[in-house]
């Protein structure tokens, strides 16, 4: 064997691996922008009163179709309503949908997820089946079969998102949990006496969370997209609502005034980019 596929072979001094684990930790500057653009998201659905005084519903007629300009960033609307102003006051809506439409998803298809993993046998089957017969079905046409039943408002746009994500966290978690609970430490639990109770919530569940974590991350991004495409239909609020699909629905109708249409759909866009960014460098380091 020669010198240099000895070095190739030869493992890798300590110092280069923890050298190699700080850059790993090191977070980017595509993250670092990426979470600045949440903050701002977040902090315009806390407190829209902060960002912007313009009034969201009433326009003023003078101010028809005014294109953006240091008096309004993102231009005026058919009826004189600063744009800007109707897209942060909108934030609250499509963010606040978006969370509770991850929450049912992670909840419910997580607990399916571990129970089936876990549990095995019968209660697998079962499970699992159910779970094949919800992937089988596009999930945007179960949300609009969902707030189709429910009636068109948002919060139901976030259920019937949240509803059609289920399927997808608890096939995750059921993944996550099979190869968790076949681990040592888990085995050694169940050896020691441990109840299966004890060894699913204590052990199991934190191990196999991680990646659906990181899943519910990214969901974030497409239940953002989901139910703004559902407002842009006509399944959410109607107006004087101003959810950000909404305003793109509305914006349309006005070709002569493009930036009724691309400031919503940037401000949308540049906040599912920034929750996938984020996503993809949780699943690295993780």
Known sequence: MTLSAVARTAPAPAGSRRARR???????????????VLIVVVAWS??????????????????????????????????????FS??????ASSVTSALVAVA?????????????????????????????VLLAIPSFLMAVVVVSALGFETINAAIATG????????RVMRSEVLKTR????????????????H??????????????????????????????????????????????????????DYPLAPWLVWAPAFVTILTVLSLNRISRWLRKTA
């Open 22 to 36: 700080r850059s790993a930790r090191r977070i980017p500057p595509s993250v670092l922008l990426s979470v600045l």
């Open 46 to 83: 806390v407190a829209p009163g902060l960002f912007t005084s313009q009034d969201p519903v009433n326009g003023i007629p003078a101010d028809l179709f005014r294109p953006p300009s240091a008096a309004h960033w993102f231009g005026t609307d058919q009826i004189g309503r600063d744009v």
């Open 86 to 91: 109707r897209v942060v006051h909108g934030t």
């Open 104 to 132: 049912i998803g992670l909840v419910v298809g997580g607990l399916i997820g571990l129970l089936s993993g876990f549990l095995g046998g019968i209660v697998d089957a079962t499970l699992a089946r159910f779970v094949d």
């Open 163 to 170: 509803v059609s994500a289920v399927a997808v966290f608890a």
């Open 182 to 197: 076949s681990a040592v430490f888990v085995e050694a639990a169940l050896v020691l006496g441990g109840s299966r109770w």
């Open 199 to 252: 060894v699913l919530l204590r052990h199991v569940l934190p191990n196999a969370s991680r990646s659906v974590l990181q899943l519910a991350v990214l969901q974030f991004g497409l239940s953002i997209l989901t139910i703004a495409s559902l407002a842009f239909l006509g399944y959410g609020d109607p107006p004087p609502a101003s959810d950000w699909g909404l305003l793109v629905s509305i914006g349309k």
